[in-house]
């Protein structure tokens, strides 16, 4: 079968086999081309096939020899449907990380359920006995309470009033007005629940009575800042007070794993193209006009650069970089650099349709946005033939 990108509202339902392992290995040889370093060697990274999750998954395998346990929700592809790129992602990673030598476990399912939970932890018992390291990576729209059956769904919307900002539609290079509707107090709630912290302190709270945390465990999740100009939709919205939980669900679980010497971190993560920030109003069009100030000034990352960055100079570093005064990792810290946010904001009231390739590197990001999908990666033959059920 000859797979194209099946996009619908900007996402991208499809994923190609042969792409997807080329975008896993070229995050494998940024990671293999420098130097390694003392990490975790018993790592689970939930939300593990995609976008930051899979570049922790990575970087811990491919710079200290980590076994992984990988979590995610994909579709697998079958003999006549391609499957989600997370799901090509996860196979070829377990297979490039086998080939050398290192052990990866692939769970396919929904991480908030029990099951998942307990399958995980079967896969430590049995094979690891501990794991001192946990990435919590989840973007997930909606989520099932484990003890009520509840379904809660997230959505992006501002609180109090209504959110006007300028866009792009990054397949069509439109830049126009976008209008979001505040959130019910219901909404705000649900997407706590959703993109909160809780389920990161049940996972944590598993393994402990479990009995496989390790001595000096370590578990990170990753947080969003930004601009001025999307904090309406973002940090003061529905997510930014899923991101608010989140922080403080971390003092709960560093006090639960004190006993442990252990500790629980939140890292304040770049604005990167990835499946879920593409379909956040206003956002694609702050990343696009951010990608060609940083590409310009020449410090520019994707997922794999910031989690080799985080690994190397915060986490695992003999003498790390400092946090912020409120305890967080701050890997946005070259996006929010004065000089970056000055041209960006001065960009974002000059862009239009017609000067969007003067301002905003839209290309980039369209670019991005297909290779995390295994499209358009170089030395592909997406003229050929292939299996979509190829794992
Ligand atoms: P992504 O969409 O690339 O990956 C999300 C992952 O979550 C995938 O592996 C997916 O399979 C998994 N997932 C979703 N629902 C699941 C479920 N029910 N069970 C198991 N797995 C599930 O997302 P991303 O952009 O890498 O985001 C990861 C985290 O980083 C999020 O917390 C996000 O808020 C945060 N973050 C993202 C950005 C950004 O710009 N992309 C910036 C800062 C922080």
């Known amino acids: 079968m000859i797979i194209e990108p099946k996009i619908r509202n900007n996402i991208c339902v499809n994923g190609h086999p042969l792409g997807c392992a080329a975008q896993v290995r070229t995050q494998i040889n940024y ?18 096939s995609n976008g930051y999750g899979l570049a922790a998954r990575i970087a811990s395998t491919f710079s200290s020899g980590a076994s992984t346990v990988g979590v995610a929700y994909e579709r697998p592809g079958t003999r006549s449907k391609p499957g989600t790129a997370g799901w090509y992602n996860m196979e070829s990673f377990k297979k490039a990380a086998e080939k050398e030598g290192h052990q990866a476990w692939n769970v396919n399912g929904d991480a908030f359920s029990e099951e998942i939970k307990s399958e995980v932890l079967e896969i ?13 990576s989840i ?29 792009v539609d990054f397949l069509t290079g439109e830049v126009r007005e976008v209008t979001a509707d505040p959130a019910t107090e219901e909404e705000i709630a649900h997407t706590v629940k959703v993109m909160g912290g809780e389920d990161w302190r049940l996972w944590i709270e598993l393994l402990q009575k479990g009995g496989v945390l390790a001595h000096n465990f370590l578990t990170i999740a990753f947080s969003y800042i930004g601009p001025d100009y999307t904090k309406a939709i973002y940090r003061e919205g529905t997510i930014g007070k899923a991101k608010e939980d989140l922080e403080e669900n971390a003092e709960d679980i560093s006090k639960l794993l004190e006993p442990y010497g252990g500790k629980a971190i939140v890292s304040v993560n770049k604005a990167l193209v990835t499946r879920a920030s593409a379909v956040i109003p206003a956002v694609p069009l702050y990343i696009a006009l951010l990608y060609k100030v940083m590409k310009e000034k020449k410090i520019h990352e994707g997922c794999i650069q910031q989690m080799y960055r985080l690994y190397r100079d915060y986490l695992f570093a003999s003498t790390p970089a400092n ?13 929010m650099r004065a000089d970056v946010q000055r041209e960006v904001a001065e960009a974002w009231q000059k862009v239009t349709t017609e000067n969007l390739g003067e301002f905003a590197d839209v290309d980039g990001f369209r670019q991005e946005f297909l290779r995390h999908h295994g499209f358009g990666m170089p030395g592909v033959d997406y003229t050929r033939d292939v ?3 190829v794992f």
């Open 323 to 335: 946090v912020d005064d409120q305890g967080r990792i701050r890997m946005d810290d070259w996006e």
């Open 31 to 48: 990671v293999k081309a420098r130097t390694t370093f003392e990490s975790p060697r018993k790592v689970v990274v939930v939300g593990g």
């Open 124 to 136: 430590i018992r049995e094979n690891l006995g501990e794991v001192d390291f946990l990435v919590y």
């Open 139 to 167: 973007a997930a729209p909606r989520r099932m309470d484990p003890e009520t059956g509840e379904l809660y769904s997230s959505v992006v919307k501002p609180i109090g009033k209504k959110f006007t900002s300028k866009t």
């Open 387 to 389: 299996e979509p059920d």
